[in-house]
């Protein structure tokens, strides 16, 4: 059975890669991902608002940023895990050191300052990709989509012509025009865009007053939209698609294969299932291919893309006309 595929420019023998998360913050749980089969690994986004200006000024004036923190814990839990420009690199290299899977490096933040730089140290340090989480919150009243679009495009074309490693985009689902703005990266020559980030939970608790933030695990159902989306941009942009939020069983990846996408990115049910689950869903994904007579991915990457099925109005009628 042919699971193969192609992502920012590597060969991978199978679509299942690990998501940006703390789940690659250590370093025995780096190669326990790898021994189970995960394809490639996207480590913990370097996030603009933990790392502020100052702080990156200073790390561009120090002389020798590669030598000045090799003892520096990289292994704290989540909630405490901050980690500096300083210690991401040395974190990188030491990922880098441990495994031979692709590692791709994250960076969250949409100001061109410092980013350019840094993932010019990013490259420096070992990491075979870069994926620039474009996160914005876009609660700035006096802020214009066109201009958060403009400065994300903007980083997105800097730190491509700083970098000659491959740099994927990580998309939120809230764009106006989500296809056209998907193309317009796609124009400025992004390798990759990954479909979608997921959102923090934001709640109210009404008693003490105080708004609560958590990151939930998330299901299936969380698939759709994804599916949509990489259905819209299949065939008609030349970056590769990858499909991350609500991964969670071989279908799901079948699914995403046939929307168009090249991998898909597992946080949640990694969590939930271990790293062992990986093999477990290759295995189910052999199983089924064999089934249903699939002899490769490849063959069936996009099948059901806008561009390749006889009525995409299917997919674009998100309401409820059907049913009246
Ligand atoms: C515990 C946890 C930590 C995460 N940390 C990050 C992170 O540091 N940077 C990032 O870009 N995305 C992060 N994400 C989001 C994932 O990379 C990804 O967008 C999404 O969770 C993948 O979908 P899934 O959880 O349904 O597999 C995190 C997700 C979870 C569940």
């Given amino acids: 059975m042919n699971l193969e595929t192609q992502y920012l420019g590597s060969p991978l023998p199978h679509p299942l890669i690990v998501g940006s998360s703390s789940l690659t913050n250590d370093l025995d749980m780096v190669r326990q991902l790898e021994d189970e089969g995960a394809a490639a690994l996207v480590l913990r986004a370097l996030h603009e608002e933990e790392i502020t200006g100052e702080q990156m000024d200073e790390f561009f004036q120090l002389e020798n940023h590669g030598e000045s923190s090799a003892e520096a814990g990289s292994y704290l ?9 300083d210690e991401y690199l040395e974190h990188l290299r030491r990922v880098k050191q441990a495994v031979n899977v692709p590692v791709i490096a994250s960076l969250c933040g949409t100001s061109t300052c410092g980013w350019v730089s840094y993932a010019r140290l990013l490259e420096q340090a070992g990491a075979d990709a870069v994926e620039l989480d474009l996160y914005h919150s876009a609660s700035d009243v006096l802020t214009s989509a066109a201009e958060v679009e403009a400065q994300m495009l903007e980083v997105v074309r800097e730190v491509k012509h700083g970098i000659k490693i491959p740099v994927a985009a990580k998309l939120s689902p809230l764009f106006t025009a989500f296809a056209n703005f998907a193309s317009r990266l796609d124009a400025v020559g992004v390798d990759g865009l990954v479909l979608f980030t997921r959102f923090h939970k934001v709640d109210i608790d009404v008693v003490e007053l105080e708004v609560l933030r958590s990151l939930q695990l998330s299901d299936s159902s969380e698939l759709q939209l994804r599916l949509r989306a990489a259905a819209a941009l299949a065939g008609r942009v030349n970056a590769s698609l990858a499909i991350g939020g609500g991964v969670h069983t071989a279908l799901d990846v079948i699914k995403a294969t046939m929307a168009g996408a090249s991998v ?20 189910e994904l052999a199983e089924w291919m064999a089934t249903y007579e699939w002899s490769s991915l490849g063959e069936m990457r996009g099948n059901m893309s806008f561009q390749r099925i006889p009525n995409p109005a299917a997919y674009e009628r998100a309401t409820y006309r059907m049913f009246h």
């Fill in 77 to 85: 839990p989540e909630s405490e895990l901050a980690l500096g420009p």
């Fill in 264 to 283: 898909t990115q597992l946080v949640s049910a990694i969590l939930k299932n271990g790293p062992r689950y990986l093999r477990t869903l290759r295995s």
